[in-house]
């Protein structure tokens, strides 16, 4: 459970070190489904590109994301 939602869109970096844009959510499934299917072996996993943007659904408030570990911060912040 979050008490905010991601503002989109994000890029997101895979591996290999390319990126790619989602619009929204969807997009963002997408992208993850089709690179999961074109890349069966790989070890890696495609991730956020920070900083990101998200809305606080308590105040419509707009906070800076600048890390993997800030994102996880907020979450348990929800809780």
């Keep these: 459970l ?9 890029t997101i970096t895979f591996p290999d ?9 969807m997009a ?3 992208l993850l489904r089709t690179w999961k299917q074109n890349n069966p072996g790989t070890t890696g996993r495609p991730e956020l590109t920070f900083p990101i943007t ?6 419509g408030s707009l906070v800076t994301v ?9 979450k348990e912040d929800c809780e």
């Excluded at 979050?2 to 994000?10: L, M």
């Excluded at 998200?54 to 105040?59: E, F, I, L, N, Q």
């Design 54 to 59: 998200v809305k606080m659904d308590d105040d």
């Design 17 to 25: 070190g390319t990126t790619a844009e989602a619009s929204d959510r």
């Design 28 to 30: 963002l499934h997408k």
């Design 66 to 74: 600048n890390s993997r570990e800030e994102l996880h911060q907020l």
């Design 2 to 10: 979050t008490c905010f939602e991601i503002v989109f869109p994000v």
